[in-house]
C-alpha cells in the first residue's frame, strides 16, 4: 500500500485490551462510501461495532456468546450465538437522542431471539423476510419458526438423515435475490466429522437447486458471495479470494492475503475480507497457511476485486484472533447497538416506548 497505517491504538473489552491499527485509506472508504462494519469474533465473544465519526473510526463491543454468524439490513440485524439468534430492530427516533449529541445516525435495539440450541449455526442470510441459518452440527440450511429450535429446508444430496453429526461442516450461503443458489462446506462426507481428514483439498462449493457440486479442491472454502452475477469464494485455508467458474467447474485465485480468509461483505467493486490467526489445534493442522501461522494477522482488508490489489486495512495487534463475519451497513456512518448483554459492553439500557406513553399517567383501561 502506499500509505502508512495509524499509529497502533487501543480501546477495551472485559479482561482485555484490544489494540489496532489502520491505513488511512480505511476511514476515506467508510467516510467517502458512507458504509459502517459489523465483525463477529467467535472467540472473543463480541459483535464489533465499526464506524466512523469526526474522521476517527469508532469501536463498540457487544457480547454474544460464541458470536458467529451475522445478518445486517437497514432496519434490522440478526446475529447468531452460541444457543439461540438474536434479532434487532432500528428504532429510527433514538439515534438522535444517544450521547454524545449527533454521533450516531442509526440506533438497534435488541428485541428477541430465538432459541436453537447449540446447533454450531454458521452463516445468517436474509432472504426477504425469511432468515436462513447455516445449520453446520446438523448438515442442513434451516430457518427459524414457531416453537421448533429450528425447520430443515435443505440438505446436500449427499447427507443421508438429518443429525446432530457435523457430517460435511457445511458453513457458507450465497444468495441469489431472495433465495439461497449456493453453499459451502469442508467435504462431501457423510459421516461423524467425516470432513476432518481431507480438509486440505476436500472443500467444494455445492449449487442448492440442484444440488450438484459446481466446484472442488478448496482449502476450507468459507464465504461464498454472488455479486454482479460473479461467485466469490473465500478458500480459507489458502488465505486466498478466488473467483469461481461455475459452468466450467474451476476457480483462479485473485489475491492471496496475510491471514486466514472467513467473512466478506461486497460493495460496487470493493470487498470486505476478514482475516483470522489459526489456533494450533487439528482442525487447523494440514493446510497451506499453517506452515506460515506465525505471520499471519486478523484484521479486515478491503480489496479492489477489478485488480486484487489491497486498498485498505485494519489490523487488530492484541485482544481479538479471529473473525468470523463481516457485514455492511450502507447508508450508516455510526450505529449505535444495545445488545443482550449490556451492563457487560460497558453502556447503559435503552428503552423505547410508545410516544403517548410519556404523556399523563391514567387510570387503567382509560382511552
Not at 219 to 236: E, I, Y
Amino acid at each position: 500500500m502506499s500509505e502508512p497505517s495509524s499509529p497502533p491504538q487501543s480501546t477495551s473489552l472485559p479482561q482485555r485490551e484490544v489494540k489496532f491499527e489502520h491505513t488511512t485509506s480505511f476511514v476515506d472508504i467508510l467516510e467517502r462510501h458512507r458504509l459502517s462494519l459489523l465483525i463477529s469474533t467467535y472467540q472473543a465473544g463480541r459483535l464489533i461495532v465499526v464506524g466512523t465519526h469526526q474522521g476517527q473510526l469508532s469501536f463498540a463491543f457487544h457480547s454474544f456468546e460464541q458470536v458467529m454468524g451475522v445478518a445486517a439490513r437497514s432496519n434490522k440485524v440478526a446475529v447468531g450465538s452460541k444457543r439461540q439468534i438474536w434479532f434487532l430492530t432500528r428504532a429510527w427516533e433514538l439515534a438522535p437522542r444517544v450521547a454524545p449529541a449527533g454521533m450516531y445516525d442509526a440506533c438497534y435495539l435488541t428485541r428477541r431471539a430465538h432459541v436453537t440450541g447449540e446447533i454450531h449455526g454458521h452463516e445468517l442470510a436474509w432472504a426477504g423476510e425469511e432468515l436462513w441459518v447455516v445449520n453446520t452440527l446438523f448438515s442442513c440450511l434451516c430457518t427459524t419458526e414457531g416453537d421448533y429450535s429450528f425447520m430443515p429446508r435443505w440438505r446436500p444430496p449427499f447427507i443421508s438423515a438429518l443429525a446432530a453429526e457435523d457430517r460435511c461442516h457445511l458453513n457458507g450461503l450465497a444468495l441469489e435475490g431472495d433465495k439461497p443458489r449456493y453453499v459451502t462446506a469442508l467435504a462431501e462426507t457423510d459421516t461423524p466429522a467425516g470432513w476432518r481428514p481431507g480438509k486440505a483439498t476436500s472443500g467444494c462449493v455445492i449449487d442448492v437447486p440442484t444440488g450438484a457440486t459446481v466446484a472442488r479442491g478448496f482449502a476450507m472454502p468459507h464465504s461464498p458471495r454472488l455479486h454482479n452475477g460473479k461467485l466469490w469464494v473465500l478458500d480459507s485455508g489458502k488465505g486466498q479470494v478466488v473467483l469461481v467458474d461455475v459452468a466450467a467447474g474451476r476457480y483462479e485465485s485473485v489475491a492471496q492475503l496475510p491471514g486466514y480468509t472467513r467473512g466478506c461483505a461486497l460493495f460496487g467493486p470493493l470487498a470486505f475480507v476478514g482475516l483470522s490467526r489459526i489456533r494450533e489445534t487439528a482442525v487447523f493442522s494440514e493446510i497451506p497457511l499453517a506452515l506460515g501461522r506465525d505471520e499471519l494477522q486478523c484484521g479486515v482488508t478491503i480489496l479492489d476485486l477489478r485488480s486484487g490489489r489491497t486498498i485498505a486495512s485494519l489490523r487488530f495487534a492484541s485482544g481479538v484472533e479471529e473473525i468470523f463475519a463481516v457485514e455492511l451497513l450502507p447508508g450508516i456512518r455510526c450505529p449505535v447497538l444495545s445488545g443482550p448483554n449490556p451492563s457487560q459492553d460497558g453502556g447503559g439500557t435503552m428503552w423505547l416506548v410508545p410516544e403517548q406513553a410519556a404523556g399523563p399517567a391514567q387510570a387503567p383501561g382509560n382511552a
